[in-house]
């Protein structure tokens, strides 16, 4: 089993930033993908941004320019620096751990973006 626990997450004004972190510990697998994903009130959850153990990135067209994904392989971390945040990136964010057999959420932390 693997747990994730995100942090970071509250309340920020348009334009402004946030920086989520999120910690692995368990039986993590050693080839995984690491990423962010989030769910806005009446919407589906949706990638925001992944990273794979390799450090191979993908983003979301929403956010690309906006948003680094980053990980530490030594410390089993990954963070998701938002910038410039607009009122649409308000939603819960969960941290998410995939392997080729196995996928893992973190219980998520809300990000609110308003004035």
């Known amino acids: 089993q693997v747990q994730l626990v995100e942090s970071g997450g509250g309340v920020v004004q348009p334009g402004g930033s946030l920086r989520l972190s999120c910690a692995a510990s368990g039986s993590i697998p050693r080839i995984n993908t690491m990423g962010w994903y989030r769910q806005a009130p009446g919407k589906e959850r949706e990638l925001v941004a992944d990273?794979?153990?390799?450090?191979?990135?993908n983003y979301a067209a929403s956010v690309r320019g906006r948003f680094t994904i980053s990980r530490d392989n030594a410390k089993n971390t990954v963070s998701l620096q938002m910038n410039s945040l607009k009122p649409e990136d308000t939603a819960v964010y969960y941290c998410?751990?995939?392997?080729?057999?196995?996928?893992?959420w973190g219980k998520g932390t809300l990000v609110t973006v308003s004035s």
């Open positions: 990273i794979s153990s390799g450090g191979g990135t």
């Open positions: 998410n751990l995939a392997s080729y057999v196995s996928n893992y």
